[in-house]
């Protein structure tokens, strides 16, 4: 009952406080401000998928981006088809989910291990990033949509309202909408994370072995969680997408794959949190450290990502509550929902134990 309140507690501020921005921001920015926050909390939406597929489920996407740049290019070339944006928007999380569920299943049924995972999702992004930089003549058209090789697709059309293509969303109204994606995404991972389902796939991550002997069937568990991630992110490069007005070949780029590691690692590994405002700095701290000209910003991330490691390896939003509450136990609030102690464990293990008895 404590544990249920305090995630109806958190949902609620959650969504109080994306109402707050919502009506506060866009009567103190002015649009520009706006659109540079928007990309932010796009990324927190992506930040969020690996920080629910990794820190809850336990699975290493290195090839991350692979998911966020078919979101991006699926809501593009339906854009371009159809018109209206309401199917490009459902295509966009439906084309990454799919391809998650065929991949994933080849991972997971295969027995894939955790390093070759990483290693072949790794993989996957670099054929997608030279894939689509191969695709620069007139004859690669998907419909009516070039996809432009390395150029990209650019024009995107911007949302509209659902089934009305003639009433397009602003700036402001994009940013609002973003807000209320992040603030769901959010307040819905919370909620699953606290289902039987979550409590089943963090017991799976804490030992595999002992919860298939049980009977849960742990491949399919993790099937579902890499592809709730993947379509998370393939929502996130739909969001992009509309930001940017583009979707070019870069957003498979490794480094992509790469930074969105490091804002889970920063923030906090097992907080969702964490995930938001590990995003958030490092976002924030790359464009200033780019915008001084003087340093290489894939540097000072290296040293970030080695110090957070090395010295802070629980991640600002963890580390944070363990020293503001005084004791570890109260102060890890938010870990607790993405990482299991041993009396969930036992009990969730019980109850199968029960069920299968």
């Known amino acids: 009952m404590l544990k249920l309140a305090a995630e109806h507690f958190a949902s609620i501020a959650a969504l109080l406080m994306a109402l707050l921005v919502i009506f506060i921001f866009p009567h103190v920015f002015d649009e520009y401000t706006l659109l540079q926050l928007t990309v932010y909390i796009v990324m927190s939406i992506l930040a969020l998928s690996l920080g629910f597929m990794w820190g809850v489920g336990g699975i290493l996407s290195f090839g991350h981006a692979a998911f966020f740049g078919l979101g991006s290019y699926a809501y593009a070339i339906a854009?371009?088809?159809?018109?209206?944006?309401?199917g490009a928007v459902l295509l966009a999380i439906l084309v990454p989910a799919a391809f998650a569920a065929i991949l994933g299943y080849l991972?997971?049924?295969?027995?894939?291990?955790d390093v070759y995972l990483a290693a072949i999702t790794l993989s996957v992004t670099l054929i997608f990033f030279n894939l689509v930089n191969?695709?620069?003549g007139p004859e690669y058209k998907v419909g009516k949509a070039a996809i432009g090789g390395f150029n990209g697709i650019p024009a995107i059309p911007?949302?509209?309202l659902p089934g009305n293509p003639e009433v397009v969303i602003s700036t402001t109204q994009l940013f609002c909408l973003c807000v209320v994606v992040l603030a769901f995404v959010y307040v819905g991972l919370r909620f699953l994370i606290a289902s039987d389902f979550g409590r089943v796939v963090r017991a799976i991550r804490s030992n595999e072995k002992r919860a298939e002997l049980l009977g849960y069937d742990t491949r399919k568990y993790k099937l579902l969680t890499f592809m709730i991630g993947g379509a998370l992110a393939g929502?996130?490069?739909?969001?992009?997408?509309?930001?940017?007005?583009?979707?070019?070949?870069?957003i498979f780029a490794v480094g992509q794959s790469v930074q969105i590691i490091i804002w889970v690692v920063v923030g906090g590994l097992g907080s969702l949190l964490g995930s938001v405002v590990g995003c958030f700095l490092i976002q924030w701290l790359t464009s200033y450290?780019?915008?001084?000209n003087t340093l290489n910003s894939y540097l000072i991330l290296g040293v970030i990502l080695t110090f957070f490691v090395l010295v802070l390896p629980e991640g600002i939003v963890p580390s944070l509550q363990r020293w503001l509450g005084g004791k570890r136990g109260g102060a890890q609030a938010e870990k607790t929902n993405t990482q299991p102690s041993t009396s969930e464990i036992q009990d969730t293990l019980s109850e199968r134990v029960r069920e299968v008895a």
């Open 79 to 86: 854009a371009i088809n159809f018109g209206d944006t309401t």
């Open 107 to 113: 991972l997971f049924y295969g027995r894939i291990g």
């Open 134 to 136: 191969s695709t620069s």
């Open 158 to 160: 911007q949302l509209n």
């Open 235 to 250: 929502l996130a490069g739909c969001l992009f997408a509309n930001w940017g007005g583009y979707a070019s070949p870069t």
């Open 289 to 292: 450290i780019s915008g001084l």
